[in-house]
């Protein structure tokens, strides 16, 4: 298993600020942990509020935790309440259950790693996240068609527009 570099992880988390700025969002906080769940690197923006550490780290746990979005892990929770209650008793970390948290595959589809973004609403938070995989040269599940995503056995989230944009 290929494992992310700090450079690689300090990238995703640059272009996450990058696309944060572009989208006018407010201050974020980003980590980026490796495949194994344990954190590579965090970066909180001024102005970012308390707990946003804990908040990332448990979007991107949990997108680890079921190989999904973290939006996703939240659908889950809604359709199966006590599987998701028995596994955060099993877990060894935090599962935040909102957007934001995001799966990155390398260039053979396979996951190293996952990134939590937060601090803006969680649709913006998860198009931050998309956009700073992309900066660091990797792939996010939104990247993949119907075909490739049932072959890789992917859940792909429905399509991601910044709610502030008419």
Known sequence: MRSLTLAEANKIISGTFASAKK???????????????RVKAFQKQDGASLMRFEIAYG?????????RSSRQV???HREKP????????LSDGPLFLEGGGQLI?????EIV???GATGDVNEVDDLCAIDGIHAGGFRADADYDVRASKR???KIDPPLKDPRKK
């Open 23 to 37: 989208r006018k969002a407010y201050a974020l906080a980003v980590i980026v942990l490796d495949a194994g769940g």
């Open 59 to 67: 979007k991107a746990f949990a997108a680890l935790s079921l190989n």
């Open 74 to 76: 939240l659908q889950k």
């Open 82 to 89: 006590y599987f998701m209650a028995n596994l955060e008793s």
């Open 105 to 109: 595959r390398d260039k053979f589809d």
């Open 113 to 115: 790693g996952a990134v």
């Open 152 to 154: 890789l056995n992917i």
